[in-house]
């Protein structure tokens, strides 16, 4: 006779704490940080809080039940380990860059892969993310683009009365000299 039991209630929180994070994140990414120090994992946090995102470590089995509740089967993969998952924030590109420049910075912080949306991004992907323009960036690049003919066609406007002017002082004075 076997017996059912029901998980307990923190669990059941953290489970729908992760679900929820996971939902309302466009993009997740998971990491190994074995052997990083409690004050590199802050540091970590910090600048990942900068860029929008938030770090946290769960415990992998709540983790996995999480992710299989919210449609996000394919990060089952890497959530073996010791494992921490990063939510990226509304710059997604951003969040990547910070993640990818602090695993450069600590070698024992180990970019595994994540999802972007629904779909699953190996580690590859996920520094193929972090190569991107920031919004920021690809804000100003726009805005540039936009602005190089407005700027062209007020140059061409300013330079006809300039040359109407022009021509018209040499007239008068080819006239003048004529007479």
Do not use: C, W
């Not at 990414?29 to 995102?53: D, I, N, P, Q």
């Not at 992998?60 to 449609?71: D, I, Q, V």
């Amino acid at each position: 006779m076997t017996t059912t039991t029901d998980p307990r209630p923190e669990k059941v929180a953290v489970v729908a704490e992760i679900v929820g994070k996971l939902t309302s994140a466009p993009a997740v990414f998971v990491s190994e940080y074995r052997g990083m120090t409690v004050s590199g994992l802050a540091a970590l946090r910090g600048e990942l809080r900068k860029a929008g995102a938030e770090h946290k470590v769960y415990k992998n089995t709540l983790a996995r039940l999480a992710a299989r509740e919210a449609g996000l089967d394919v990060l089952e993969e890497f959530l073996v380990g010791p494992t921490s998952i990063t939510f990226a924030g509304d710059d997604t590109v951003g969040a990547a860059k910070a993640l990818n420049t602090a695993s450069k910075a600590n070698p024992l912080l180990i970019v595994k892969g994540g999802a972007l949306g629904t779909a699953a991004m190996t580690a590859a992907d996920v520094k193929a993310l972090a190569d991107l323009p920031s919004r920021e960036e690809l804000l100003a690049m726009f805005a540039g683009a936009l602005q190089a003919p407005l700027v062209k066609t007020a140059g061409l406007l300013q330079a006809l009365p300039r040359n109407f002017a022009y021509g018209l002082s040499a007239l008068i004075d080819q006239q003048s000299a004529a007479a």
